[in-house]
């Protein structure tokens, strides 16, 4: 039905930069929300970003301010930009749209950040 693939994910240097992207198999219009999720091991899966249809984002505490989240709509693209990372951004970063009750996951992406 709907598939998400990821990319962007990877190593990267404390205080740099790095974009995240997800590929969605269907129009973005058909979803209610899009957002960014990550978990680190041993934690809990957390939203970090979120963006309405009506294009407002919201950010968790943790990484407003340094990551910015956007989408096109006409590439049916979802992306995370991430500056001035630091080592507790280290976690597998995922992909999620919904529409009403229907949420859909992507696979994932580890993004590690060295000190």
């Known amino acids: 039905q709907v598939q998400l693939e990821e990319s962007g994910g990877g190593l990267v240097q404390a205080g740099g930069s790095l974009r995240l992207s997800c590929a969605a198999s269907r129009s973005l219009f058909s979803f209610n929300a899009i957002a960014w999720y990550r978990q680190a091991p041993g934690q809990e899966r957390d939203m970090v970003a979120s963006?309405?249809?009506?294009?407002?984002?919201k950010y968790a505490d943790s990484v407003k301010g340094r990551f910015t989240i956007s989408r096109d709509n006409g590439k049916n693209m979802v992306y995370l930009q991430m500056n001035s990372l630091k080592p507790d951004d280290t976690a597998i970063y995922y992909c999620?749209?919904?529409?009403?009750?229907?949420?859909?996951w992507g696979q994932g992406t580890q993004v590690t950040v060295s000190s």
């Open positions: 999620n749209l919904r529409r009403s009750a229907l949420v859909y």
């Open positions: 963006i309405t249809s009506g294009g407002i984002p």
